[in-house]
């Protein structure tokens, strides 16, 4: 498997149907195994989020969801030790050639692997191979509401958990629950271990999720796979529409969330210009 690194993180530079097949095989290896797909906001907050960065470390598959990683990837190829006004040039002809050429996009990475994109394929093969599948998180009602579609498609998916998630808190970059959803939480891990699920998807968002997975480890051994999958279920429900193809294709989804989504401008135009900086920053 070929992995490099990105701003101290793993990235593994894998095909779509390579990274299908690696957690088709994880599923098999004994023990509690997890999956990230990182995106630019996870890779700049792991750089002071010490757990938060182990987890990345410790996890057996990291693909790279955000074109973001594709193109620090590129352009992290390219540039040698130079001063830091020659990289900034470097890093807008580096955009520009990313957005008009298919081929430097994927360089270094084959392509972007989302987690809308795996998850709909890992499903398939889960009806397929009879892997059971617990739904977590998401809008309130959405995991059942995806159940139900995805049962109604295809009565053999063996969906063994549908449940909506609790309220999260951040502190000193910390993950706790909040006091009123603590039996909630114990509630849903008790729910988790006794389906056993091969896979476990859990959509709390970048990366409250990943957090949760990774200080939940003990709890979760009875699971195969665990995967933080975002905003994924929502698409799949057919609650929220994902960017044209064309827009996907250059890059450009991460406007479309925005423009469906104005609440994550806040977020966005604070995380894109930090990881740039940090990229052209980089020594990799």
């Not at 049962?151 to 549908?162: L, S, T, Y």
């Not at 009875?222 to 429900?237: E, M, P, S, W, Y």
Request: net charge positive; charged share 25%; glycine share 6%.
């Amino acid at each position: 498997m070929s992995r490099l690194t990105i701003l101290g993180l793993p990235v593994d530079a894998l095909f779509f149907e390579e990274v299908v097949k690696n957690c088709d095989r994880l599923i098999h290896v004994p023990g509690l195994k997890w999956a990230v797909t990182l995106n630019p906001e996870i890779a700049v907050v792991a750089q002071k989020d010490k757990e938060l960065r182990r987890m990345v470390h410790e996890a057996s598959l990291v693909t790279a969801d955000g074109s973001g990683l594709l193109w620090a990837a590129s352009y992290l190829s390219e540039i040698r030790s130079q001063s830091v006004f020659i990289r900034w040039i470097k890093a807008f002809i580096s955009g520009f050639h990313f957005f008009f050429s298919r081929s430097y996009r994927h360089k270094v990475i084959p392509g972007r692997v989302t987690g809308v994109d795996l998850v709909r394929v890992l499903l398939k093969l889960a009806s397929h191979r009879g892997y059971r599948v617990f739904l977590l998180g998401g809008k309130p009602g959405v995991a059942e509401l995806l159940r139900k579609k995805l049962f109604e498609v295809d009565p053999r998916i063996k969906i063994v958990g549908a449940t909506d998630g609790f309220r999260l808190n951040i502190d000193d970059n910390r993950l706790s629950v909040r006091e009123e959803d603590k039996d909630r939480e114990h509630q849903v891990l008790s729910e988790i271990q006794r389906a056993k699920p091969h896979l476990l998807l859990v959509a709390f968002g970048p990366p409250k999720q990943e957090r949760w997975i990774f200080q939940h480890q003990k709890e979760l051994r009875a699971v195969k796979l665990a995967i933080g999958v975002g905003g994924t279920f929502d698409f799949l429900a057919g609650k929220s529409r994902r960017a044209p193809r064309w827009m996907r294709s250059v890059g450009l989804e991460f406007l479309w969330r925005l423009f469906c989504e104005p609440k994550r401008f806040r977020r966005m135009i604070t995380t894109l210009p930090k990881f740039i900086k940090l990229i052209v920053n980089s020594r990799n």
